[in-house]
């Protein structure tokens, strides 16, 4: 095989047996569909209520486009790939997709720290919350994150566009990601590697801090109210985020915090398939079926509906 700083690859993740293949198609596109739906319906239900103009629904909805755009950036192609048991990619192709990946990802990540921050001063300062978290500053932290998001992702995609691979070697993924391509490479990777390794930790360790600093002074606060109902009132909208919080970070982490070189394939797919596909389609309806002033919202716009029908 020569090696090439433009091969072609091929994903080979899942199953090459085109009945269990028919079968994971099935359950992806479901999955996929259901995501779509759950996220489109968020958005129009924070978009058609007036009431739900506020920062925290802000951030949501920004959460909700990102998974809407993180499920799309790998699920078509391992829909195709699944259908058609064809998994060529270009190397192109594969660092456009893993770009992708890795902005939505972080985006993901930073956006549940915003969020955090903004129940943080919520609860810790509510006298204070309107001049704390004004439309200004939630627009500020949102494009803040974009753009650490896509300098951070960058460089991880030009740090493995520098690298020399094989052609027509088999990615045992189901999308272009960082571990299986540096394990690929036929050249000299273990700087790429120690900076990539570096970059995602700071960018994963760095907001889950922050997170756990603001829920530290939350619950101090909360344990501070007298009432038990003030309590449960005070903690209301922090269930949903903390769960969305633990399925992303135990899943990511379980991928990402060990060198790729040590990684196994089918530890990281079946960790894949819970942050890249599984958690954007339960955050919807985490949100949603917690929230009343969500649920009331998609029932006033499903009524106008079947009144229009």
């Known amino acids: 095989m020569n090696c090439s700083k433009s091969p072609d690859f091929v994903l080979s993740g899942l199953s090459s047996d085109p009945e269990k293949g028919k079968l994971l198609f099935g359950l992806f596109l479901a999955l996929y569909l259901l995501g779509l739906l759950g996220n489109l319906l968020l958005l129009l239900a924070i978009g058609a209520n007036v009431c739900l103009h506020t920062p925290m629904y802000f951030f949501l909805s920004q959460l909700s486009l990102v998974d809407l755009c993180f499920t799309t950036t790998t699920a078509p192609k391992t829909l195709r790939t699944l259908w058609t048991s064809n998994g060529s990619i270009s190397f192109s192709g594969c660092l456009t997709q893993l770009y992708f990946f890795a902005v939505f990802a972080d985006m993901d990540s930073l956006l549940l720290t915003v969020m955090a921050i903004d129940r943080y001063a919520a609860i810790c300062h509510p006298l204070y919350y309107s001049l ?42 189901f999308f272009c990601d960082f571990g299986p391509l540096l394990r690929l490479s036929c050249s000299d990777a273990h700087l790429s590697e120690d900076l990539i390794m570096a970059l995602t930790g700071f960018l994963g360790i760095s907001p889950l801090l922050c997170i756990i600093g603001s829920y530290a002074h939350i619950f101090h606060v909360v ?65 949603s079926l917690r929230n009343k002033d969500v649920k009331s919202s998609l029932r006033r716009i499903l009524s106008m509906k079947s009144s229009q029908d």
Do not use: D
């Open 132 to 173: 704390l978290m004004t439309p200004c500053r939630c627009g500020v932290m949102v494009s803040g994150s974009w753009g650490v998001a896509h300098s951070v992702s960058l460089v991880h995609t030009l740090l493995l566009s520098r690298l020399s691979f094989y052609t027509g070697q088999e990615i045992p993924h």
């Open 223 to 287: 344990t501070r109210v007298p009432s038990a109902q003030g309590r449960r009132k005070a903690l209301a909208t922090c269930g949903s985020h903390l769960s969305t919080v633990v399925l992303f970070y135990s899943t990511v982490f379980a991928t990402y915090l060990k060198p790729p070189s040590t990684a196994r394939s089918s530890e990281e797919q079946v960790a894949a398939i819970m942050y890249t596909l599984v958690t954007p389609t339960l955050n919807p309806f985490i949100y």
